[in-house]
């Protein structure tokens, strides 16, 4: 059993962290992503890792939310996510596909188009 409230203050700084020290092992600038990809359980963690990740507040589409389409799709989420809106990327643009979940595993690509 989870509590909500503690999972949220764990994970949205655990993750954040993780990516942009992810982004930095890679030389990959986190305030350059074009799109985010995040795992799909909770709108409200998905904005604030956005904020963190992106050093600001993300525009329209850059931090992808399915959740009023599919609802909490747990880990798969973020592929689902990837999978509806990835066609627009040019060559050289960067993403980011995170997922995490139970026990606190968490996990992060990035891509880039070729």
Known sequence: MQEGRKVFR????????????????LGVDPHGL???????ANINMNEM?????????????????????????????SIIAFHSANDDFKPGETGLICS????????????RKR
Not at 10 to 25: R, W
Not at 49 to 65: F, M, Q, S
Not at 100 to 111: H, I, K, R
């Open 10 to 25: 764990e994970v949205v700084p655990m993750v954040s962290e993780m990516i942009i020290q992810h982004a930095a092992d």
């Open 34 to 40: 074009k799109r985010m990809w995040l795992h799909q």
């Open 100 to 111: 995490f979940g139970a026990g606190y595993s968490a996990g992060t690509v990035f891509v």
């Open 49 to 77: 890792i956005g904020r963190k990740v992106l050093g600001r507040d993300p525009a329209p589409g850059e931090n992808v939310i399915i959740l009023d389409e599919y609802a909490n799709t747990s880990s798969a989420g």
